[in-house]
């Protein structure tokens, strides 16, 4: 990424609306690299940043015990990763735009996969057509993980 402004500064800030920043920040004064966000309702990233949005591999935690480990674009889930709503449902797959994209396992909260099995292609966040793709679940698993190891285990 060669036209990725270099990291100027390092330290924190607190918002007008009650954010907390701490990490690197680009010669512009946004948010670059690596560093965890605070939102005033309790949401938290932990990740990295580039022009001062979520991009590159994040942890992003919602205060209803929700959370996506993965890949992030411009501010969006976007890539591969694993998402886990607070009721103990994850989807393990491909991401667009924040959305259920790609290639995917839903696994439910008792631990099963549904019958038929759950996996497949979604669109919009739907199941559109039954696959199996353990490649891209693994693949996802391990962008959670390394997602994970590197912004919440000190």
């Known amino acids: 990424m060669a036209d990725t402004l270099p990291i100027t500064a390092h330290g924190g800030h607190r918002y007008e609306n009650g954010a907390i920043y701490v990490g690197s920040w680009n010669n512009e004064g946004k948010r670059q690299s690596e560093g965890h966000l ?7 990233y932990d990740g990295k940043f580039e022009d001062g949005l979520f991009h590159g591999l994040g ?36 991401f667009r735009g924040g959305k259920m994209y790609g290639l995917g396992l839903t696994t439910f909260a008792d631990n099963t996969n549904g019958f038929p099995r759950c996996e497949g292609y979604f669109q919009e966040c739907q199941m559109k057509k039954r696959l199996t793709c353990p490649d891209v679940v693994q693949k996802a698993q391990k962008s959670a993980f390394m997602s994970r190891k590197q912004f919440l285990e000190f």
Request: hydrophobic share 35%; net charge negative.
């Open 38 to 44: 605070l939102f005033p309702d309790g949401t938290r």
């Open 59 to 94: 942890v992003l935690s919602f205060p209803d015990g929700a959370r996506f480990e993965g890949e992030f674009s411009q501010g969006w889930f976007h890539g591969y990763g694993v998402f886990w709503r607070n009721d103990g449902m994850r989807y393990e797959g491909e």
